[in-house]
């Protein structure tokens, strides 16, 4: 081993970092609804992990959760790579939040109202081309060192093409490394999307179930072997049933899986109980899963946190 390459704090760098962050904890971004704020927020400098199976709901959830964030937060600023759909469709999208309709049903007021709205607070990688994984993550690190983003979306983290020259298990590590050391360098908070490795998609549910015969949510080990979990600060697992009923398509689960640093309050949800969205006209309204709550009683814990949290 080369200790040469290997940099260690001082204990006058340490203390002083120490310091620093016990007098100014790190900013938390919540997108301001008394559930969803006990277990989702978007911590500065922290590798997030958005996890599900294909056509699960990762982007369009993540695509409100950033617009509910750029509403309540006029100042911040978004960098998103979507590398499954078109920049358009996905800036459409948050214009459908923002007007509560399809975009496409919008009057040419409203299109106009919301893009106004929103104007200049997301960049969008060109969707002309195909990346390399250090390629798009230096064009990144790029524009946090410019303060030109706050929060980044990459998604999904399998659309990037492996340029390290490495196999896929020391891609990965190098990949989360990659990311880690962009948020602690510029602050800038970043969220990968990825899918469940294909094995975790033969897991169907048993017969008597709800949604027997049905892909099972993942389990955060399946987001390749485990390590994205190991690097990740916090983990969210996205899962939707969207080959059942026309109601249960609009409902999209989370489960918060791993809170790294719970020192603010922010806490994983139950497993018996994970998040819910349920979609209609272009909102999401987000609660717990009210067949799995077992005991949960949403109005207490409303009124308990709107005690308890200072906002």
Not at 69 to 92: D, H
Not at 105 to 130: H, I, P, R, W, Y
Not at 146 to 161: F, G, N, R, T
Not at 254 to 275: F, N, Q, R, W
Request: hydrophobic letters at 35%; one cysteine or more.
């Amino acid at each position: 081993m080369n200790l040469d390459k290997v940099e260690f704090y001082s204990s006058k760098v340490l203390e002083e970092r120490t310091r620093n962050y016990l007098q100014k904890p790190p900013v938390e971004y919540m997108i301001g609804d008394p559930i969803v704020d006990q277990h989702f927020r978007i911590r500065e400098a922290s590798f997030n992990l958005l996890l599900g199976h294909p056509s699960s709901g990762k982007t369009f959830l993540a695509s409100w959760a950033l617009f509910k964030l750029a509403m309540r937060y006029p100042n911040l600023k978004f960098g998103i790579f979507t590398g499954e759909n078109k920049a358009s469709q996905f800036y459409s999208g948050q214009l459908g939040f923002k007007m509560e309709c399809n975009p496409l049903d919008a009057t040419e007021e409203q299109k106009e109202d919301a893009l106004k709205t929103l104007s200049g607070k997301f960049t969008f990688v060109k969707d002309n081309g195909s990346y390399g994984t250090t390629e798009l993550l230096e064009k990144m690190r790029d524009l946090a060192k410019l303060k030109m983003v706050d929060i980044i979306l990459i998604d999904p983290a399998l659309s990037l093409i492996n340029d390290m020259n490495t196999d896929n298990y020391n891609y990965t590590l190098i990949f989360s490394n990659l990311l880690r050391g962009i948020c602690e360098e510029t602050g800038v908070a970043i969220i990968l999307s990825t899918h469940a490795t294909a094995n975790a998609q033969r897991n169907i549910h048993p017969k008597g179930h709800q949604f027997a015969g049905h892909v099972t949510m993942p389990l955060g080990s399946d987001a390749t072997g485990g390590v994205w979990r190991n690097f990740a600060d916090d983990l969210w697992i996205v899962h939707r049933y969207y080959d059942a009923d026309e109601y249960s398509r609009k409902r999209t689960y989370m489960k918060v899986d791993k809170i790294k640093y719970s020192d603010t309050g922010c806490k994983e949800t139950a497993k018996a109980a994970p998040l819910v969205f349920t979609f209609n006209n272009y909102t999401f309204t987000p609660g717990y899963d009210e067949a799995q709550q077992e005991g949960f009683n949403q109005a207490d814990v409303i009124k308990n946190y709107e005690k308890d949290t200072p906002f």
